[in-house]
């Protein structure tokens, strides 16, 4: 019997990319040919979730039956114990939750367990755990909060040593014809071990390497310093993929070329249907003029070769295995917001709120026009779009809408007008190449100024929030879910908890061109104006803001993130075995 096993690895060839959750249902037909493409989206949004709560576990043999179903294999050993402590914290329980341990960890079936634990041992920064003790060497910071959130598990967690990217970028990215053939081996060796085969013994491992212990220096690994990294990147993706035929560009000094052209994959009437999918590079060449960590990277140190490496964020090709990120364990109020996460909907501004730091990479004087937080903030910024509307001047980082979102300001000749009614966003530093004394930078100074700050607890008393990539992800996405206010969010990186929140239902999804910025505003506010009147979609808004916020309330806690590491922790341990084909949980079948 083989099981059916819904959730795959590796990337389909064109025109049918890889997707990486199952979360996301095709689209259905609107009932009226007047009802806007975002009421679609959030009508089947709420059918989405609706269909994962139906497969919630409520007892360690349900869980057990769906893994099985959905893995192929049995639970690693430890499972009913994992179960119990899930349930002692009141988690919500739906297999789906746990899909990018899989995705992450499936490669390695495909690497000798031996060959894994000397790569893991020899890693530069690792968290070790011996007979229920977790110990680090090393005080980086992210190190030891990582450390902190072990520590809370230990005692249900086997021998293993786990290395650690300290790094805000990701680092690894094994070929995609490595990868295939990798997954291509995980997925022969699933199998339902006959129960009396089955062991729960992961055994012990040898004392961890110390520094000055004697033992000889592991052999260095050699590591790609120099770009450009649109080449590292796509050779994770399909051969046949556009990325992988793309021309690799190195003139980045002109205004980027923005449209919709590549986004049919995952949009529905301009806006993203798939939200997985708008993170996929792979499909969409022109993203490597659109985002700071395509055009220059704020560094690059970056090996195709597979090794047990973990961290907090990755894009759709890197091959690290994920924790949730140390800002989100760490309860620091520049991430989280503290204890207040806003006021009542009604009390909120009705504007759009974004300050924060020119990241993105290393911006430069011929490469910042394409930076995606140069952009967002020059597309809301009501002098900047006053003059494009008016050609006083060609923007030079970003495009006016295109008529297939239909926004009424811009047929009245009064977009800028508009954006300044909703929009307060700036810098607050420019991270100049050049940087000054005072803090200005000779090559954006026409177009930006410095902003005063605001604590993301102030932020909160707006209404909408978006959330855009810095030199990685943003870390302040948690706390912005877990605040009252909406999220708007645009990403080329994964993280832990992706499939446990459901776009338009939990937050809203931009698509990385941010063209759809201005459909989605004019959605939610509404518009008037002397020959066009749009209602607004205030309600929307604020319903997607409180589900997203009570929902983040249940699954992003620190008790999940505890819960997902000690599962991920527990499948990492069986994969790294020599005997991980008989290793097992299979009491609820004796």
């Not at 003139?251 to 249907?273: C, E, N, Q």
Request: aromatic content about 12%; overall charge negative.
């Amino acid at each position: 019997m083989t099981p059916e096993v819904p959730y795959t690895y590796t990337p389909k060839p064109p025109p049918k990319p890889y997707t990486q959750s199952s979360n996301e249902l095709p689209i259905s037909i609107p009932k009226s040919k007047q009802e806007h493409p975002i009421d679609t989206l959030i009508e089947n949004a709420g059918k989405t979730f609706e269909e994962l709560l139906q497969k919630e576990s409520h007892d360690v043999d349900a869980a057990a039956a769906e893994y099985r179903k959905r893995r192929g294999r049995h639970p690693p050993p430890g499972f009913d114990a994992w179960f119990k402590f899930a349930q002692e914290h009141d988690a919500v329980m739906v297999e789906d939750f746990f899909d990018q341990i899989y995705h992450d960890l499936g490669p390695y079936w495909g690497v000798t367990p031996a060959k894994m634990r000397t790569q893991a041992r020899d890693a530069g920064m690792v968290i070790s755990i011996r007979n229920g003790n977790a110990t680090a060497e090393s005080d980086w910071f992210w190190t030891q909060i990582w450390l902190q959130l072990i520590r809370t598990i230990q005692e249900d967690l086997p021998d293993m040593d786990i290395p650690l990217n300290a790094m805000d970028e990701p680092r690894m990215v094994a070929p995609w014809e490595v990868i295939n053939e990798n997954m291509e081996i995980e997925r022969a060796t699933r199998k339902l071990t006959d129960v009396n085969e089955v062991s729960e013994d992961y055994g012990s491992l040898p004392a961890p390497r110390h520094a000055g212990d004697g033992e000889e220096d592991p052999p260095k690994r050699e590591w790609e310093v120099s770009g450009p990294y649109w080449g590292i990147a796509t050779r994770g993706c399909h051969p046949d993929s556009l990325a992988r035929r793309a021309e690799i560009m190195t003139d980045f000094s002109k205004t980027p070329a923005i449209s919709m052209g590549h986004s049919s994959l995952h949009t529905y009437k301009g806006y993203v249907s798939n939200y997985s999918l708008s993170a996929d590079f792979c499909h969409q060449p022109d993203l490597q003029s659109l985002h700071g960590m395509m055009i220059n990277p704020l560094s690059i140190s970056s090996t195709e070769e597979l090794f047990p490496l973990f961290g907090g964020s990755k894009l759709p090709t890197n091959n690290e295995i994920l924790l949730p990120a140390p800002m989100y364990w760490a309860k620091e109020e520049r991430f989280s917001g503290g204890d207040n996460h806003g006021a009542p909907w009604h009390q909120k501004l009705n504007k759009v709120i974004w300050r924060g730091v020119a990241t993105g990479g290393r911006n430069k004087e011929d490469n910042w026009k394409g930076f995606q937080r140069h952009r967002f903030v020059s597309m809301t910024n009501h002098t900047s779009v006053s003059r494009a509307e008016s050609w006083e001047a060609i923007p030079p980082n970003f495009a006016l809408p295109t008529s297939i979102y239909n926004i009424g300001a811009q047929q009245e000749n009064r977009l800028g007008e508009w954006v300044n009614e909703w929009s307060d966003t700036g810098f607050i530093e420019l991270m100049c190449d050049e940087e000054r004394e005072d803090k200005t930078c000779p090559y954006t100074d026409p177009y930006f100024s410095i902003r005063e700050g605001q604590k993301m607890s102030q932020q909160f008393n707006n209404k909408y929030i978006p959330d855009i990539d810095g030199n990685s992800f943003s870390g302040r996405y948690r706390g912005f879910l877990l605040s009252s206010s909406l999220p708007i969010k645009a990403t080329i990186f994964r993280e832990w908890h992706d499939s446990r929140l459901i776009p338009w239902k939990h937050f809203v999804p931009m698509d990385n061109r941010y063209m759809d910025f201005y459909g989605i505003m004019q959605y939610f506010l509404g518009y008037e104006g002397e020959n066009f009147r749009l209602e607004n979609h205030d309600r929307e808004a604020e319903k997607i803001a409180l589900d997203g916020q009570e929902w983040a309330n249940k699954v992003l806690r620190r008790e999940d993130m505890q819960i997902y590491v000690l599962r991920l922790l527990l499948e990492y341990a069986r994969v790294s075995n020599d005997n991980r084909a008989n290793l097992g949980w299979v009491k609820d079948l004796l």
